[in-house]
């Protein structure tokens, strides 16, 4: 049994409530270019959906929530502009430029297939769509995150903000990288031509 099934009740009960006014109006703000109302937005690795349903209700629009663990999905409170899907980032269940934007909130360092995952968020997003990714910046004492993360056996593949925007630059998604807050970094990058 993995982390995320054994500790879904606790992540759940601890990390969905996290979210601020502040936060989701910052990320409505990046998301909104991008997500015109009553448009589509991928929440891939979205856990229990804390803050799925934030952005839903911010957005005025439909957030699907796709995570590999039922566990997390079990959580996921219902809501009408809200859709579940179990499935993971290297294989994404939907036709490509399915999308408006795609957004990755502290997943993006337990995708195994970097690469792989990648292309699967520029795939499933629309021509002229975006990726929103938050990740947790692993420079001072948050280099405890990261051994912590491989003890339990997850892949732990951290970055810091200026190395992400370089990964995603190389893969050929413009973006740039900005600090969040004590803890993180966004990234908010448009996918300009279609699928590959």
Wanted: hydrophobic share 45%.
């Amino acid at each position: 049994m993995g982390f995320f099934n054994w500790s879904a009740p606790l992540l759940h009960r601890f990390l969905d409530g996290r979210w601020t006014t502040e936060d989701v109006g910052t990320l409505t703000g990046l998301l909104r270019p991008w997500v015109p109302e009553g448009g589509s937005l991928l929440d891939l690795g979205g856990g229990s959906g804390g803050l799925a349903v934030r952005l839903a209700g911010s957005l005025h629009a439909r957030v699907t929530i796709l995570d590999p663990t039922p566990e997390m999905l079990a959580r996921v409170p219902a809501h009408p502009a809200l859709d579940v899907r179990l499935g993971g980032s290297e294989d994404v269940p939907f036709p490509d430029g399915s999308f408006d934007a795609v957004l990755v909130s502290d997943a993006f360092h337990h995708f195994r297939d970097l690469e792989r995952s990648v292309a699967e968020m520029v795939r499933v997003t629309r021509p002229g769509g975006g990726l929103l990714i938050l990740e947790i910046d692993p420079g001072g004492w948050r280099r405890l995150l990261v051994v912590v993360e491989r003890m339990v056996g997850e892949p732990a593949n951290f970055f810091t903000r200026d190395a992400f925007c370089t990964f995603m630059a190389e893969r050929g998604v413009a973006g740039r990288c900005f600090d969040h807050d004590s803890m993180s970094y966004l990234y908010a990058g448009e996918v300009l031509g279609g699928a590959r």
